[in-house]
Nanobody, 124 residues
């Protein structure tokens, strides 16, 4: 399974961006897909996840601003990011797994498949 992440860019504070994570080889519908982000010198941080049944989970600082969703075919997961802040600047990664349990959904070490990162820069 290959994951392809896209959609990053340079935006100003308050702007919006939508990241996409496309799967080649398997549908996301029966698994969990998450977005993580990482800045230099820091560990990869959980941002949001969607799992089988459409249940969603968010890191506290992005609640109300970011929305994770999945297309009806289950092949693409989106991260809609609104009201972006400079502290949202990071490389964003999508990850997927079809065996992950709920208690591990925020743990990057539990995901077996990763896309390449896409850089989001929020700056005036």
């Amino acid at each position: 399974v290959q994951l392809q992440a896209s959609g990053g860019g340079l935006v100003q504070p308050g702007d919006s961006l939508r990241l996409s994570c496309a799967a080649a080889g398997r549908s996301f519908s029966s698994g969990a897909v998450a977005w993580f982000r990482q800045t230099p010198g820091k560990e990869r941080e959980f941002v949001a996840a969607v799992r089988r049944g459409g249940y969603t989970y968010y890191e506290e600082s992005v609640k109300g601003r970011f929305t994770i969703s999945r297309d009806s075919a289950g092949n693409t997961v989106y991260l809609q990011m609104n009201s972006l802040k400079p502290e949202d600047t990071a490389v964003y990664y999508c990850a997927a797994d079809w065996q992950i349990i709920l208690s591990s959904i925020r743990n990057p070490a539990r995901y077996g498949y990763w896309g390449q990162g896409t850089l989001v820069t929020v700056s005036s």
